[in-house]
């Protein structure tokens, strides 16, 4: 292994600038030296990137398909273009997909990129399937769980598992569109391996995790 | 037609339960060869033959041998026979019929890259073929041709056979991993690719049932034989698996670029139902679709990519006029739907509301937009899925509304089922 | 939450133990092989199998319910005794899959979409490819596989009950 030395430094070209950035360093990474600010959704500073939102993607001249920003590497001499006229069509379709499917009444951030990328979930109609988990689970005195709201970005369960607690309370039901977070056998919070330690609910970003505390100061204020 | 089977010989005339007849038909005649040639001359072989990939990304044997064998132990061979693409039942067939040579090819692998420890991971939906195979590896055992030595030589090899559990996601390599980790079959991000981190985080070569069986005669006769058939860029024998309304449904082996009309008309004996051939579905559901003017077409991995099409695993489904090309499209986008493994948001959404679409479109309800709305959603996850699932969940789709004719005003493929005038009388 | 621990006989509770006893520490590569063998002798994998099952591999439970949960030919919820799976994707479509599906809804009297029979005896999924295409139509009942069935047939390899 050698470690990155500033003698070995790479050219790369993103949105037409031409720039040395250190081998290794993610284009997401990369980006940044740049001035460019790159969206994402599931990624996190402290958790393994999953790449799973895909809101990352960036157009690599060459590449057969888009690639995800948060975990491709550059390399030498790569042309890089983050907000092309495919990278944006992707972009705002996956958003449309999104809203379409899940309540971002709480997710202000991504609101904000709906935004920004012109995204207009009714295209889908009004029969597009949304994710309906059967309202709010509420079954602890710490935190709630309202999966209608979840994105699946799959924190929540990171941190729950080895990338922080070791705790492995949470996991997933069924897969594809059906995939929702889940306990064993959707047993009550209190019924699992769970210590309450709040930290799901600190990186939940769409409100699907909240404390009871403010949870309940929301109700009231709704009525 | 004069083509004499090679990788299907034995299938038939061997007992597949058998390790004495099956060395009676010229079994481990191979790996005999292998032994003595040693693992550089094999991995030679192999990538002088230019074997392409069977499972359907035909990426070339010979590299993945080669990056396998030149990375530190412990490492790992898989035979991926996860077998779930629609329209696929070539390593079933092998499975059933010739389990030993399954077995012959894994232990070549093996020894070719310096593996010790195999694994052949196979549908649960084939009880038959893992019986088989299991079957095969044990009679090796106990003939002790597995374990300490391989053959009579000293090379401690296992085989262990595993059994899938209902999910098509687990044919891509990665999630195959995951799966037989023990975990859900979501695949991995890549690069890293599988010959440095594959299975337990370890260099990894995973090959299709039909690529491993490829090496039997190809150790045997030499690259230039394997490389008299087919054309150079992609050679060799290959399996197509014909179904649909076709007159001898089945498994040909035929020489990699027999033509397409070839293999519907000669080997499938022509189309039924109406008689007239409307379309056919080349790689399964994760393929696409070819019209009757492209039956000239070679039936090779480049011949194919050049008109927009591909050989996938070989799948050949015939459709003749009379079908419903909507019932058809509906079975596609509800299968990409159902098997979406949810990893990535493209796929994940995407194949749900793709389905959506398409159910409007079978029960001629499209609204206006929608075709527009679908080539985003395809579009977008052919360009940002992780894995192949969400690729190509849209392939089949493009072409068939590219190639059929397809009339956004009326809603109906014009080359297919009873003309419009007669549609129309009877809605 | 149905415990289905109780419903199982003496004989299957030991053959469930004699292969938890094999699995012990295995770890969880061991999941899916064990998850077969179990489900084998009980038809379905319940919350105090699985718990039995985590303990003997030593793999947090929800691991196993998330794998359950994921593969098709996992239950984690009662089925009937006999499974029949119809494949319903393009080849066997072309080859009249509907007409089998239909006549084994009825036979049954359970959704055209799948389900399970009142006495539990039987449950009808409907398949993705099962890889027999060129023996289309083409279903399972356990692991039996029949080719170029007919609706006729179906009566008939449903057993006697109407
Ligand atoms: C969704 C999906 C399913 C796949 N299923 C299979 C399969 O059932 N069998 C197979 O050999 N390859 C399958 N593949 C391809 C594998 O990922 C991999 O390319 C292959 O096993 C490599 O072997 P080969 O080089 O011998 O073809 C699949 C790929 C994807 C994306
Ligand atoms: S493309 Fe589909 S199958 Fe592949 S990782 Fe994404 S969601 Fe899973």
Known sequence: MTTPSHNNRIWITIDGRSLQVPPDITIRE??????????????????????VCRICVVEWRGARTLVPACVARVADNAIIQTNSRRVRTARRTLLEMLASAVDLSQAPEIQAMMQEYDADPDRFGPEARRRETGGVKDDNPFYVRDYDKCILCWRCVQVCAEDVQHTFALGFNHRGFDTEIATFFN???????????????????????????LYELELRGDS | MSYRPILTARIGKVDPTSLDDYVAHGGFQALKRALALGPDAIIDIVTQANVLGRGGAAFPAGIKWKAVSTEPGPKYVVANADESEPGTFKDRIIMEGDPFSLVEGVIIASYAVGAHQAYIYIRGE??????????AVDACYQAGMLGERILDRRYPLDIEVRRGA????????TALFESIEGKRGFPRIKPPFPTQVGLFGRPTLINNVETLINALPLV??????????????SPGPKLYCLSGRIRRPGLVEAPMGTTLYDLIYNYGGGVTGSGELGGVLLGGAAGTFVTADDLDVFMDFGSLREIDAALGSG???????????KAVLRRIARFFAHESCGKCYPCQLGTQRQLEIIERLAADRLRPGDLQLLSEVGQTMTDASICGLGQTAHSAIRTALKRFDFDPSTGHFARFGPPSGVQEALA | MKDATHTLTPQQLAAVETVLARYQGKGRSALLPCLHEVQAITGWL????????????????????EVIEFYTLFYNRPVGRRIIRVCDDVPCYLAGSEAIIRACATRLRVDEGGGTTEDGAWTLEIHPCLGRCEQAPFLMIDDEGYGH??????????????
């Not at chain 2, 045997?220 to 860029?233: I, S, V």
């Not at chain 2, 799948?315 to 090309?325: A, E, G, H, L, Y």
Request: include cysteine; proline fraction near 8%.
């Open chain 2, 315 to 325: 799948v050949v489904i015939v459709f003749d006029t009379s079908v419903d090309m």
């Open chain 3, 149 to 162: 069935v007919t609706p006729e047939q179906i009566a008939d390899l449903l057993g006697g009950k109407p």
């Open chain 1, 30 to 51: 990369a980006a940044a030296l740049a001035g460019v600010e790159i969206p994402t959704i599931c990624y996190h500073d402290a958790l393994t990137p999953n790449a």
């Open chain 2, 126 to 135: 084939y009880p038959l073929a893992i019986t088989r195979v299991q079957n």
């Open chain 1, 187 to 213: 047993l009550g919070m209190k019924e699992t391996t769970c210590v309450f330690c709040g930290n799901c609910v600190g990186v939940c970003p769409t409100g699907a995790l909240k404390g009871k505390r």
């Open chain 3, 46 to 65: 319940d919350p105090e199998i699985c718990a039995a099952i985590g303990q003997s591999l030593r793999v947090p439970l929800v691991q196993i319910h």
């Open chain 2, 220 to 233: 045997q006769h030499g690259p230039d034989w394997f490389r008299t058939m087919g054309p150079l860029d």
């Open chain 2, 166 to 173: 209902g999910a098509y996601i687990c044919g891509e390599e």
